[in-house]
Nanobody, 123 residues
Framework: QGQLVESGGGLVQAGGSLRLSCDAS????????MGWFRQAPGKEREFVAA????????YYADSVKGRFTISKDNAKNMVYLQMNNLKPEDTAAYYC????????????????WGQGTQVTVSS
């Protein structure tokens, strides 16, 4: 699809911070919500955070609450994930995702996906 492009991944030490960006300027669909997911080697993809495109309501996985912040810029078609106090268990490929319709739960039903950006946290 190539309509979502992530950037900002890298190698950081535990306790450090990193900001991920997702560029959706090339999209051809309307967005209900944007989300971030991650997948570590040998593990299933898991939900990290989501934000509704119009209202700006945010949702977080318990594992990242208080450490990660999702935000957006509608005019620029950008979504961000500010990650603070990173832990080794945060190491994963992070994916930006979008969904086109409303659902009551914000960790499911995403239709479009980026290629991912690698985040590695060393101890």
């Amino acid at each position: 699809q190539g309509q979502l492009v992530e950037s900002g991944g890298g190698l950081v030490q535990a306790g450090g911070s990193l900001r991920l960006s997702c560029d959706a300027s090339g999209r051809t669909f309307n967005m209900n919500a944007m989300g971030w997911f991650r997948q570590a080697p040998g593990k299933e993809r898991e939900f990290v955070a989501a934000i509704t495109w119009i209202g700006g309501s945010t949702y977080y996985a318990d594992s990242v609450k208080g450490r990660f912040t999702i935000s957006k810029d509608n005019a620029k078609n950008m979504v961000y994930l500010q990650m603070n106090n990173l832990k080794p268990e945060d190491t994963a490929a992070y994916y930006c995702a979008a969904r086109t319709r409303y659902y009551t739960n914000y960790d499911v039903n995403y239709n479009y996906w980026g290629q991912g950006t690698q985040v590695t946290v060393s101890s």
